[in-house]
C-alpha cells in the first residue's frame, strides 16, 4: 500500500490533481462558511448550476475553459443577486429561474457545437486528473484574489452576515456588499467545478463549514477548520479515485459524507446540551 | 443639531401620513403607539433604511443614509437565539463600520482585524453595559436579554449623537432596566435619545417628550399622555388613566381622571387578575 501510493504521488498528473485539490479546498472552505452562515446555500448552487451555461459557451466559441465560465458565472451571479435583491420575499424562486435557464443555454450552445466533447463529463461530475499546469496557475491566481479581498473585508463580510440591516443603518449599501458576495461564491465555484464537477460542488460548500462552525466560535476559525477539512476529504477522495480507478468527485463527497453522518453528534460545545 | 421631518407616507399601505416633527438636540423622546402603527417604520425612515413617498427628511440637516454615520440604532427583533459564529465584542466592533450611503469608509474596514484604541471602546461599552465579562463568548449562546445589552453596546460604540432605540427593554429583568434608564438619562446629556416602547409603565422620569404614532402622530414636547394619545392608543377614554403612569415623580396624572373611570380601571384590574388565576 505504501508503495503504490508512493508511486501514485511520483506520477505527475496525481500531483497536478492534488494540488488542485488543494487550492479548491481552500476557496471552497472560505467562502462556504460565508455561504453558510448567509444561509445562502441555495443561492450558491444556482450559480454552480448556472455556470453550465459557460461551459457551453467555452466549448461553442473555442475559448479557454475556466476563464470563460468564471466570466459567465460573474454575470450570471450578479443577475441572481440583483433579481434577488429586488425581490426580497420570493428570492428561491429568482434563483430556480436562472439555475434552469443557464443549464438550458449550456446545453443549447453545446447542441449547436459540432462533434461530440468526451470532455463535457469532467465538467458535470469532476474529473480532476485532467487539470493542466494551466488551470493549476488559474486556480492559483484565483485563490490569491477570494483569500485576499476575504482578509481585506473580514470585518465588513462579518457585520454584513450577522445583521445586514444594521450594516444599512450604518450608510452602506448592503446591495454592494450582496454583489461582492455573489462574486467571491462566483469564483469559488468555477474554481471548485474542475475537482468535483459543478453538480457536486455544493457538498464542499456546505458538509465542511458546517462541520466547522459546531466546533468554532469565530468566523476566521471556521473558515481555517472548514479549509483544513476540505483537503483532508479531497486528498482522501483522490487517492481513493486514484487507487480504484473511480471517479474523483464521486469519491471525495462520499468521502465528505461519511465522515459527515458520523461526526454529527461530536460537537464538543453541543455535546452536552439536552435534543430539542 | 435637530432632525426636521417634513411630510411622508409609506408605499403599501399608508403608514406614516403627513406627519411633521421637529426634534431637538439633547431630546429623549419616547416613541408609542399600537401594534403595526409604524414606530419602527418611523426609526427606519431617519436611518434612511426606507425613503419616504412625498416629503423630506432631514437629519442633522443631512439625508438620512449620510448622516446615518452619527447615529446609534437598536433593532427591535435581535437576530436572537440564531447560532452565528462570532463573539460578542466582534459584534459591538461592528458598530464602528460606517459609510456615507454607499461605500464603507475604508479605515473601519480593511484588514481582518480592529486596532487597539477600537477594542478599547469595545470594551469600555460593554463595561457600560454591565456584560464585560461575556466580550469573549459566542453570541448565539446568550440569552434575548444579554443579547439585547449587546445590541445596545454595538449601538453606542460609535459614540453617536442620536440613539434610535427599538424597544430596548423588552427583554431585561427590571433591576437592570433601571440602571439602564439612569445610564441613558446619562447619554441624553451628549446625545439625543428616540425610544420606541410597547409599556407606558416604562416612560420613566427621564423622558422629555412622547411621541405617539397611532392612525394620526402627536408630538407632545413634555412627557405626558394626553386624551388624544390615549385614544389613538385605542384605550378608550373610560379607561382608567392611572394605569398609564409613569411611576416617577411628580407623577403625571394623564388626560381627564375622574372616580367613574377609577372605578372602571379597578375593575378592568379585577376581571384580569380573575382570569389569570383561573388560568393559572
Known amino acids: 500500500m505504501e508503495q503504490s501510493l508512493a508511486l501514485l504521488l511520483s506520477y505527475a498528473f496525481v500531483k497536478n490533481a492534488l494540488a488542485a485539490g488543494i487550492m479548491a479546498a481552500i476557496a471552497s472552505g472560505i467562502i462556504g462558511t460565508l455561504v453558510v452562515v448567509n444561509r445562502m446555500v441555495f443561492l450558491a448552487g444556482g450559480i454552480a448550476h448556472a455556470a453550465y451555461g459557460g461551459i457551453g459557451l467555452a466549448f461553442f466559441t473555442g475559448m479557454p475553459v475556466l476563464p470563460t465560465v468564471l466570466g459567465f458565472s460573474l454575470c450570471s451571479s450578479a443577475a441572481i443577486g440583483i433579481l434577488t435583491k429586488k425581490r426580497s420575499e420570493r428570492t428561491d424562486t429568482m434563483i430556480g429561474v436562472l439555475w434552469a435557464m443557464g443549464m438550458a443555454i449550456g446545453i443549447l450552445l453545446i447542441d449547436m457545437t459540432p462533434g461530440y466533447n468526451v470532455d463535457l463529463m469532467s465538467f458535470l461530475f469532476g474529473s480532476i486528473l485532467a487539470v493542466s499546469p494551466n488551470d493549476l496557475v488559474f486556480m492559483m491566481i484565483m485563490d490569491g484574489i477570494v483569500t485576499f479581498l476575504v482578509a481585506a473585508f473580514y470585518r465588513l463580510l462579518l457585520a454584513y452576515s450577522y445583521d445586514r440591516e444594521f450594516l444599512a443603518a450604518r450608510g452602506i449599501n448592503t446591495t454592494l456588499v450582496h454583489l461582492f458576495l455573489m462574486a467571491l461564491v462566483a469564483v469559488s465555484v468555477v474554481m471548485t467545478i474542475r475537482v468535483v464537477g459543478l453538480v457536486l460542488v455544493m457538498a464542499l460548500f456546505t458538509m465542511a463549514p458546517y462541520l466547522a462552525e459546531k466546533w468554532t466560535g469565530t468566523l476566521w476559525s471556521m473558515m481555517f477548520t472548514a479549509v483544513i477539512l476540505n483537503t483532508i476529504f479531497i486528498t482522501a477522495g483522490i487517492l481513493i479515485a486514484c487507487v480504484f480507478n473511480l471517479s474523483s468527485g464521486a469519491t471525495i463527497i462520499l468521502v465528505a459524507g461519511t465522515f459527515f453522518l458520523l461526526t454529527l453528534n461530536l460537537s464538543p460545545g453541543r455535546f452536552f446540551m439536552k435534543n430539542p | 443639531m435637530d432632525i426636521r421631518d417634513v411630510t411622508f407616507s409609506l408605499s403599501g399601505n399608508t403608514i406614516l401620513k403627513d406627519v411633521n416633527i421637529t426634534i431637538q438636540q439633547g431630546d429623549f423622546v419616547a416613541v408609542i403607539g399600537p401594534n403595526g402603527s409604524g414606530k419602527t417604520t418611523f426609526l427606519k425612515l431617519i436611518l434612511g433604511l426606507y425613503r419616504p413617498d412625498k416629503g423630506t427628511i432631514r437629519v442633522l440637516g443631512q439625508e438620512p443614509n449620510r448622516a446615518c454615520s452619527h447615529i446609534g440604532y437598536m ?22 463600520i460606517a459609510g456615507n450611503g454607499l461605500l464603507p469608509s475604508l479605515v473601519r474596514v480593511i484588514g481582518p482585524s480592529c486596532n487597539n484604541q477600537d477594542k478599547r471602546k469595545a470594551l469600555e461599552c460593554l463595561e457600560l453595559m454591565g456584560i464585560r465579562g461575556l466580550a469573549k463568548k459566542n453570541v448565539g449562546n446568550l440569552s434575548g436579554g444579554q443579547l439585547q445589552r449587546v445590541l445596545l453596546a454595538r449601538a453606542l460604540v460609535s459614540n453617536p449623537k442620536i440613539l434610535l432605540l427599538d424597544e430596548p427593554m423588552a427583554n431585561i429583568d427590571m433591576g437592570t432596566r433601571g440602571i439602564l434608564f439612569d445610564l441613558l438619562a446619562d447619554l441624553n446629556r451628549s446625545m439625543t435619545i428616540l425610544m420606541v416602547t410597547h409599556d407606558i409603565g416604562l416612560i420613566s422620569r427621564h423622558i422629555k ?72
Request: hydrophobic share 35%; net charge neutral.
Open chain 2, 75 to 96: 433593532p427591535q427583533h435581535p437576530t436572537g437565539d440564531r447560532i452565528f459564529p462570532a463573539r460578542v465584542i466582534d459584534v459591538v466592533l461592528s458598530g464602528l
Open chain 2, 209 to 280: 417628550s412622547v411621541l405617539c404614532i397611532g392612525p394620526q402622530v402627536f408630538f407632545h414636547e413634555a412627557a405626558e399622555l394626553t386624551m388624544d394619545m390615549t385614544q389613538a392608543l385605542g384605550l378608550q377614554g373610560e379607561t382608567c388613566h392611572m394605569e398609564l403612569l409613569g411611576h416617577g415623580i411628580p407623577h403625571r396624572v394623564l388626560g381627564r381622571h375622574n372616580e367613574m373611570s377609577e372605578k372602571r380601571g379597578k375593575m378592568i384590574k379585577n376581571r384580569r387578575s380573575d382570569q389569570q388565576e383561573s388560568k393559572g
